[in-house]
């Protein structure tokens, strides 16, 4: 059954880069009420195959098919249903590390870095202490750093940032109303944030 699901996934996703390569083509086209038609068959055809997709996701064990998928899946609902089913360490670790959203760089795309990001979603599911804090001396996005540095309980590793240094200080940013502005809007308040605070409440706490 394993194998199976893993064929029936590659099949399914070969369907539908030629459904989406398709779409693409119709889109091209200049406006046609005549194509309208096929151009709607094809969006319903991909959708049905997108949830056959799913739905094999959520029914799959195999832990390296799955944690492909959490990795590259550009899809939140496909990629939170296969780390659901994810209990591997390791491969949660790599993918807290190495999800398509975890390199983005913290001003280019906010939303990469939010809660609901395939890697933030494979480390509220990371216990491995080791694992934790090998997040924390690699990884490049703040919010993952901050998130890691917060699931320690080790003693050790939180005075190990605690003495770490500056390089446990990280950018940081949050949207803000503007209250003096002309009209009611929304800016990007920018600071720092320096981990070694926040590992020194941890241990307080233990």
Not at 51 to 75: F, G, H, P, Y
Not at 169 to 178: A, G, R, S
Request: proline share 3%; hydrophobic share 40%.
């Amino acid at each position: 059954m394993p194998e199976q699901n893993a064929k029936n996934i590659e099949n399914i996703e070969r369907q539908i880069e030629k459904l989406e390569a398709k779409l693409k083509e119709m889109e091209r086209v200049p406006f046609d009420y005549q194509i309208e038609p096929a151009i709607r068959a094809t969006g319903c055809e991909l959708l049905q195959l997108m949830n056959e997709r799913l739905r094999i996701v959520i029914s799959m064990a195999d832990q390296c098919k799955l944690a492909d998928i959490a990795k590259n899946s550009k899809s939140h609902i496909e990629y939170e249903a296969a780390i659901e089913n994810l209990t591997d360490q390791d491969l949660l670790a790599d993918i807290a590390l190495n999800a398509v959203s975890a390199k983005n760089a913290i001003y280019s795309d906010w939303i990469a870095h939010n809660d609901g990001s395939a890697n933030f979603q494979a480390l509220r599911k990371l216990t491995d202490q080791n694992l934790l804090f090998e997040i924390v001396r690699k990884s490049e996005n703040p919010y993952i750093l901050k998130g890691a540095v917060e699931r320690l309980t080790d003693r050790n590793m939180l005075t190990e940032i605690i003495n770490g240094g500056e390089k446990y200080i990280i950018p940081w940013y949050e949207d803000v109303f503007i209250e003096d502005a002309d009209y009611p809007a929304y800016g990007r308040e920018e600071f720092t944030i320096d981990l070694r605070d926040t590992a020194r409440k941890i241990l307080e706490k233990l």
